[in-house]
């Protein structure tokens, strides 16, 4: 029997490795985590116009999934949003997901403008500044990238050892930080259309400045199948509590 299909999507600024410490978790499955295009180690050049839009990331990925039998989607930060299109395209493809925020449910409560002092980067990614100042530039894309991290992370941790260094080389390439920002200009607040049938674990994280437990409060209007689980973590899930999310995909392929 074939082994069961994890599908481990990362987020911004991040690898395809953030996830080694969830795999090492999962010696039953087989566990497929691609390198996001535009995206770090997934940059090779710039994006079109559109290219870089949720449904777009979900129309390349769905062809390198096995069809044998239902997989499990995993996603944070812009996975999850990249998962949740995967599941509206081919939604008989999966028998499961583990997602974080956001979601279509936030609506337009990130716009609002007592959250600007944590909104603002999507903003400024939008630009064009934030290209001219950064890319291509390894002091410049270390010390954003730091305090990007910093903000959404508790404590110092994410910012230090041979992960980040290998994260600020990926994304220090000329044109990489540029691409990844192709997200910012394609994916314009937290929209979506169709609700997600496939059982779903939305892990949301109690010390994530972006997205307080609250905007919760929707997501039974998006997924008629969700369990809702706290962690005790920032904003970067799979490197900050492994165990959690792997147990999370387990419970998925167990049942």
Do not use: K
């Not at 039998?69 to 493809?93: E, F, K």
């Amino acid at each position: 029997m074939d082994q069961p299909a994890v599908v481990l999507l990362h987020g911004w600024p991040g690898l395809a490795s953030d996830y080694d410490e969830v795999v090492s978790r999962l010696p039953d499955a087989r566990c497929i985590v691609p390198a996001l295009t535009g995206f770090g180690t997934g940059f090779d050049g710039p994006l079109a116009a559109g290219a870089a839009s949720a449904d777009r990331h979900a129309a390349r990925l769905l062809p390198t999934i096995p069809v044998s039998s239902p997989a499990v989607v995993v996603g944070y930060d812009i996975g999850s949003r990249i998962a949740q299109a995967m599941l509206r395209q081919a939604p008989d493809r999966f028998a499961g997901a583990v997602l974080t925020p956001g979601y279509p449910g936030i609506g337009a409560r990130a716009g609002a403008p007592e959250l600007a002092d944590r909104f603002w980067y999507q903003h400024f990614h939008r630009s064009g500044l934030a290209s001219r100042l950064i890319d291509g530039s390894p002091d410049a894309v270390r010390t954003y990238l730091e305090g990007i991290v910093e903000s959404w992370a508790p404590g110092a941790e994410l910012i230090h050892g041979e992960r980040f260094d290998r994260v600020v080389r990926a994304y220090s390439r000329p044109g990489a930080f540029e691409a990844s920002l192709a997200w910012y200009r394609d994916n314009i607040g937290y929209s979506g259309t169709g609700v997600i049938h496939t059982p779903t674990t939305m892990l949301w994280p109690e010390r994530d400045p972006l997205f307080p437990l609250q905007w919760a409060d929707e997501l039974t209007a998006w997924f008629t199948d969700i369990t809702l689980q706290s962690v005790d973590t920032g904003h970067f899930v799979p490197l900050e509590d492994p165990a959690s999310v792997a147990d999370a995909i387990t419970r998925h392929l167990d049942s």
